[in-house]
């Protein structure tokens, strides 16, 4: 059953979470569902309406290392038995920032926002997705870099592709 703050599959991208070498010297990627913070914005306004939420952002130090917290406030109207009143439900995120430059900065801003979404219940299906492996190759500095392609197919192609075949296999038993 869908919910209309899972992540549609479209929206769906994969990332690499985890490298390394089999003991036959093969090398692999584990590769994880994740979205972008703009789609958690734009589940948060399908579930709750544009103006029935709102979110900021501050810089918080948690233990002596510096981070984003993000607060996501879900705007709830009550009417009990008299006047009208306004209840904010908040829910928080946290991620730590990386020194050295904005783009990591930008990223714990994301992060911390994504985090205070899931706590709302966005993006939670992306958790019962499967976690899909592929042969990886050897890049610079013996590093092992994600493929883009498997066989003949993009790796987003062959994510989509292995996904189908998983949840087939599942909807089978």
């Given amino acids: 059953m869908s919910d209309v703050r899972d992540i549609p599959l479209a929206d769906v991208l994969w ?19 994740y979205a972008d913070a703009r789609i958690y914005g734009e589940r948060l306004d399908a579930w709750l309406g544009e103006f029935g939420w ?14 984003v917290e993000s607060t996501i406030a879900i705007h709830v109207l009550m009417v009990p038995d008299g006047p009208e009143w306004d209840c904010e439900v908040l829910r928080r995120g946290w991620a730590e920032i990386d020194v050295g430059g904005q783009q990591q900065v930008k990223g714990a801003e994301s992060d911390s926002f994504k985090r205070a979404g899931s706590k709302c219940g966005i993006g939670r299906n992306l ?5 899909l492996f592929s042969v990886g190759i050897k890049g610079k500095d013996d590093k092992v870099v ?9 790796i987003d192609d062959w994510l989509q592709q292995e996904l189908a075949r998983v949840q087939k296999a599942a909807n089978d038993d």
């Fill in 54 to 67: 709102s979110d900021s952002l501050k810089f918080v130090d948690v233990a002596g290392t510096p981070g």
């Fill in 15 to 33: 990332k690499v979470q985890a490298t390394g070498t089999k003991t036959n010297g093969d090398l692999w990627c584990l590769w994880v569902a």
């Fill in 146 to 154: 994600a493929p883009r392609f498997v066989g003949d197919l993009t």
């Fill in 127 to 131: 958790y019962r997705l499967p976690k």
